[in-house]
């Protein structure tokens, strides 16, 4: 199986701007785990995941005043639509993150989480 089997291609877009309260809402919101932050000023494209919001407000920083531009990660691998799931779990696992970017041709085509992975593997297991 390949990334883009298992991506979801509906993926939650936010700015630096936002607070962390309103990301967690919107995030809440959609069910899912992670935003693509998208700063126009050139630096490309982050994430920020749940665990980034917990992290804050384990340290008492307010939600409703820290944004999301600061505390994303920078540092993001994005994955390929036609990597391999398992090489998709590799990335995740040798990061230590578990969400990835999927972009094709320059753009973001979705977003692959390890539940998405594993998901995907235990489908392909009920099938054997």
Known sequence: MRVCDGMSPLVLMIGPGHTL????????????????????????????????????VAAGQNPDVELAGDHITRDVVFADPDWSLDD?????????????????GGEVAGVLSMRDVVRCWSSRRAVV
């Open 21 to 56: 309260r309103q990301a967690a809402r919107l995030m809440a919101a959609r069910k899912v785990g992670a935003a693509v932050v998208h700063d126009v000023d050139g630096q490309g494209y982050a994430i920020l995941t749940e665990r980034d919001v917990l992290l804050s």
């Open 88 to 104: 998709a779990a590799a990335s995740m696992l040798r990061g230590g993150f578990r969400h990835l970017i999927v972009c094709a």
